[in-house]
């Protein structure tokens, strides 16, 4: 019989891997787990964390209590992290109050580490869960929070604020994702958070809220619509001059991740000073090729932070091969690039990653360590060849003069280039 290594690893190291597997899959995993075998479904049923995390979805009939209860028990003392979600929008708040108070004494008997709260009008029917919150801040510290609404569907617009309400005495509380209009810049959460992901709101909205989070480390902005400049400069008493504008300086942030619909909130960002930014992932911009052009041109041009880039992500951008180019030669310490679902990428890209530095022009993106491409059409092997022969082999820089020229440099060595999930390197030249 084969030896199976991981049945040689202490059961508290796979149950660990068991708990990392569930709490990056959407579907709860403990019964896939423990029916691979015996040894397997062992350290699932006595590993309490596999089950801490409860997923309650709402619809028409009424929850399986027993079915929550037996999780629970198997949770024993580990922290909960409770996820309620409406499984439709027609549902009146009457059924969505009643599976909150069927579960609720099922929940206070434990520890809260996370709420999540998605696809609901109102936040209403769920007043019982936010007071437990206030009353029992020692059993309550979360270190999550998400409100997905759809206040779009609610003539009313948006319920009270109840978030303030929540978590002034919840100190714990370091990611939030909400929409803009639950949100005030008042508000005693937001000078403590360090993750935020917003959608639904202004340009003008989305910059009086993170002017008031300083500790911020990652932001995910969706669904933010873009306004004039001449508005947007007055709704924020800035003039027109951007060397006299007042910058949002965020002395921590990392990561900025953009989802857009048709427009790059590029006023908002142009307010923004990012000094330690290292990430940006923009993606999904429904527009014309040229109005894309535009717009990203614009962002390399405008954007005092776009040069700190070291890793950059485009998914489904309308773009000319040409954009592209330019924009990354744009971004001198640009280290990780990943381009999905781009239909323009081809030969081109490829030809000018390749071409080798001359007095006058460097290299483009002499940093680059890792590139990954995905769904790009255009793109061939063949394309691949000589930016695999050239940035990986390297190439030897000849100093005549005694003095280096910093454009004429050898580029970092190339790790790695993966194009639709295989890694091109040892294919191309031939070690493996």
Known sequence: MARSFINELPTEVLGTIFFEITEQSENHECGLLASVCCSWNDVVQNTPQLWSRITAIIKQQPPDVTRYRRFLEKANQAPLSINMRVEAKIYPLAIVRRDVQALYPLFIQHQWRSLSITGVSTLDPFQLLF??????????????????????????????????????????????????????????????????????????????????????????????????????????????????????????MTSLDLSCSRKVPENLLRQLDLPMIRTLKLRQLQCSIEIGDQQIQSLVANVIWMTRIRSLTLERIQM??????????????????TLDSLGTVGCETMKALSEQATAKRGWLCPRLEEIMFNSCPQLERDDLKAFVETRVRGVSTVVTTGIIDPNLASPVRLQKVVWNGQDMIDSILGNG
């Open 320 to 337: 000319s091969e040409n954009a592209l180019i330019m924009a990354v030669r744009s971004l001198p310490v640009l280290t990780y690039l």
């Open 131 to 252: 007071q437990h919150i206030l009353d029992n801040p020692q059993s309550c510290k979360l270190s999550s929070l998400r409100l997905v609404t759809n206040w779009g569907d609610s003539p009313a617009g948006p319920p009270p604020l109840v978030v303030k309400e929540v978590l002034v005495n919840t100190l714990s509380i370091t990611d939030l994702a909400a929409s803009f209009t639950i949100l005030d810049p008042s508000d005693a959460l937001l000078p403590r958070l360090r993750h935020l992901h917003g959608k639904h709101g202004s340009e003008t909205e989305v910059l009086s809220i993170i002017r008031e989070t300083p500790l911020l480390q990652t932001l995910r902005l969706s669904s933010i619509y873009s306004e004039s400049v001449e508005k947007f400069h007055t709704k924020n008493d800035m003039v027109s001059n951007r060397g006299s504008e007042t910058l949002c300086r965020l002395g921590d």
